[in-house]
């Protein structure tokens, strides 16, 4: 099936540190999602992006859809201790928003 | 705006009980809802999608007789994990989409189910 590969698995980053994270598929979708989760909790939506080479920001949290529409990225600008938790991408090819394929997550950890 | 939330956040049960799960959606009405079920530390994996008034749709591999899904209402949906065993023992987490033509899924804070 459908897979992402998404990268890196983990992180161990310094307060104020930038973070970069990605997810790649040899599969085209036709939207990607940018989701985190915090221990025992549900995922919560960060950045949807709709567009080929779109770049959207969502406070010090950017995203971009990849022109190939094989990947995305998420950048975290000056992170900060509250951004500990599980990174998660999704792609979505059609408009079944239960048919999105999940990446395996990245784990942030941000020390003071 | 888009909450969803799920009851209960945790549940220990005996082997051989049955469970059920409530998802709501707050402030929306969800014509589909998604349910998901989520190891340590592994990515969600769907297990079936729930539509209102009508039978929820499986993924491959999951058992419709033992995770019975209810779509009583555009604002409620159940799933009831019958006759668990431990292997059972898994983080749930039901989603909703707000339609509209969007795609994104708003999801609940997830229940810990624990078998016993």
């Known amino acids: 099936g459908q897979q992402l590969n998404q990268s890196p698995q983990s992180m161990f980053i310094q307060e104020g540190e930038d973070v970069s994270m990605n997810c790649t598929s040899s599969?085209?979708?036709?939207?990607w999602l940018w989701y985190k989760q915090d221990p025992g909790e549900g995922p919560v939506l960060l950045i949807a992006?709709?567009?080929?080479?779109e770049l959207t920001s969502n406070g010090r949290l950017t995203a971009q859809f990849g022109i190939t529409r094989k990947d995305s990225f998420l950048n975290i600008s000056a992170s900060i201790p509250s951004d500990v938790g599980i990174y998660f991408c999704?792609?979505?090819?059609?408009?079944?928003?239960?048919?999105?394929?999940f990446g395996d997550g990245t784990t942030l950890t941000v020390k003071p | 705006g888009a909450v969803v939330s799920q009851h209960p956040s945790w549940v220990i049960c005996k082997s051989g009980t049955s469970v059920k799960i409530e998802c709501r959606s707050l402030?929306?009405?969800?014509?589909?809802m998604f349910w998901y079920r989520q190891f340590p530390k592994q990515s969600l994996m769907l297990m079936a999608t729930?539509?209102?008034?009508?039978?929820?749709?499986?993924e491959q591999g999951v058992e419709k007789d033992k995770f019975l899904i209810n779509h009583a209402s555009l604002t409620l949906s159940t799933l009831t994990v019958t006759s668990a065993h431990p292997e059972d023992s898994s983080f749930y987490i039901c989603?909703?989409?707000?339609?509209?033509?969007?795609?994104?899924?708003?999801f609940g804070p997830g229940t810990r189910l624990t078998v016993t």
């Open positions: 599969s085209i979708f036709n939207t």
């Open positions: 402030d929306f009405q969800a014509t589909t």
């Open positions: 729930s539509n209102e008034g009508s039978k929820a749709t499986y």
């Open positions: 992006l709709y567009k080929a080479g």
């Open positions: 989603s909703a989409g707000t339609g509209g033509g969007g795609y994104e899924q708003y």
């Open positions: 999704a792609g979505l090819r059609g408009t079944n928003a239960g048919k999105s394929t």
